[in-house]
């Protein structure tokens, strides 16, 4: 049954994409940049940015998602700028078995995420001096390394509080009032589900899969994003639900069958916890 749903899943891309069904089974990710080399290469930009001594402070506006990023790492993760520290799982690297395997949760954690933590904090150190110095045009060039950073470091405490044990195939389904909003912006639990998995696996390259609540609108949507960009920087909605479709998150266990990874990521959804953003949300 879950075979049948993945199969499906892979012609709805291929569908939607215009390209063969085969070519969505054959490894098309070669493209992507490794996330370690992404870390690495935004260490390396974070670093070589010079702070000029009494610059001139009025050269150029800041960059306005400078602070935009810092402010939703500090609501999200209760860290102000430059004391960002990688949060606990609250549960074993194996505790997500058989759907997401240990040696993919620890090195995505512990590796990865701890890399954003370091580049953020880094960052933010070296904002505060081009700051002191007036050097408006150090401090937008930190911007780019700000978002990706800062967005890794966001996205990724979100994804995991997203997550909790359960070893059965059994797919939990939402209640409360997120159910029923569910239900009422996309006519079933099922056709959401369906139209998150498909878009998210529908994703070019490397980015994430969201379920996002639109404030303005007052109504919840499937959107998507590229490499560390936010969903609320983005689209302008508020996090519910998100998925890590960059390669390291399944490929050790999944290899190029993304949509695979991303039907067994609904059975370890913690709609509890997608619950409560829902509500702060609202």
């Known amino acids: 049954m879950a075979e049948s749903y993945v199969e499906a899943l892979e012609k709805k891309i291929a569908e939607l994409a215009g390209i063969p069904m085969e070519a969505i089974r054959k490894n098309k990710w070669n493209d992507l940049m490794n996330e370690g080399d992404a870390i690495k290469e935004s260490t390396d930009f974070i670093n070589n940015i010079v702070v000029a001594k009494q610059a001139n402070a009025t050269a150029s506006k800041i960059n306005p998602l400078i602070s935009k990023i810092f402010g939703l790492v500090e609501r999200e993760a209760k860290q102000a700028g430059g004391a960002a520290m990688l949060p606990e799982l609250g549960y074993g690297y194996d505790a997500l078995l058989p759907h997401i395997c240990a040696d993919i949760m620890e090195i995505h954690h512990s590796k990865h995420h701890q890399g954003y933590v370091n580049n953020v904090n880094a960052a933010h150190g070296k904002l505060l001096a081009a700051q002191e110095a007036g050097d408006n045009a150090a401090i937008n ?8 950073n800062g ?30 909003q569910i239900v009422k912006d996309f ?4 056709a959401m589900k369906d139209q998150f998995c498909a878009n998210t696996a529908a994703v070019k390259g490397s980015g994430w899969g969201w379920l996002a609540y639109d404030q303005k609108l007052g109504k919840l949507g499937v959107y998507t994003t590229q490499n560390q960009d936010t969903v609320e920087v983005v689209h302008g909605a508020v996090p519910v639900l998100g998925c890590d479709v960059w390669e390291h998150a399944y490929y050790l266990q999944y290899k190029n069958r993304r949509p695979a990874y991303i039907a067994n990521f609904f059975k370890i959804v913690n709609w509890e916890n ?3 953003r829902f509500d702060a949300a609202k």
């Open 187 to 190: 006519g079933s639990f099922e």
């Open 274 to 276: 997608c619950q409560s």
């Open 151 to 180: 967005g890794g470091h966001l996205n990724h405490t979100i994804f995991w509080t997203n997550m909790k044990p359960n070893a059965t195939e059994n797919v939990p389904v939402p209640a409360g009032s997120l159910g029923e």
């Open 141 to 148: 060039a930190l911007a780019n390394g700000i978002v990706f």
